[in-house]
């Protein structure tokens, strides 16, 4: 590597890089190599991909943590049917609660499910300690909504939220409806849907 020779002596085509770097460098990088197949995260085997969710309690509003949780469910079997992420299998773990377990459920992924990634279903009133957590214990969250996504300096890595929050939903929708509004109708009162 340093040298641009391989074990048997032959020079390195030119294409090849050679690499120069301290011996104590090159003696750390040899030793990660040598254990680069065995070293997995949290949740990522061989064969399967471990991810989290966080729901609603079962029994609170009217069916949506059931259809939360059957709808991740669903995607992630077609996933599985598809063959997987690199041939592994999705694994979900759902954790139901009300806001107050939020922490302690996610806590209880992290540590005792040892999920790869969390894919929020639910995470509202607990975004600023989840994005907290998430980024202590370098877990990736996935929210694909957020009612009050944390966009504070610098930027969470961890932390990936798919649609935007409740403020910038609002400003699209105001947009739109002012683009197919029909200004003399405004004026009267009567407002066009």
Sequence with gaps: MTAGVVPAGNKLSVAMP?????????????????????????????TSIVIGTL?????????????????????????????????????LRLMHGDTTSTLPNMKHLIDDEQVFAIVSGLTAGAEEDVATLSK??????????????????????YVFYLLPGLKEQAMTLVSFAAKKADPKKIASGRLMT
């Excluded at 069916?63 to 299998?89: D, H, P, S, T, W």
């Excluded at 214990?137 to 930027?155: K, M, N, T, W, Y």
């Design 18 to 46: 050679t690499y120069r770097m301290p011996l104590k460098d090159m003696s750390d990088l040899l030793a990660y190599l040598k254990r680069i197949e065995t070293d997995f995260d949290p949740g990522v085997s061989e």
């Design 55 to 91: 729901l609603p309690a079962r029994n609170t509003m009217t069916g949506l943590a059931e259809a939360m949780g059957n709808v991740l469910q669903a995607y992630f079997a077609k996933v599985n049917n598809n063959g997987g992420i690199y041939n592994r299998k999705i694994e």
């Design 136 to 157: 202590d214990r370098e877990v990736p969250f996935i929210g694909p909504s957020a009612l009050l996504p944390q966009r504070g300096l610098p930027l969470n890595r």
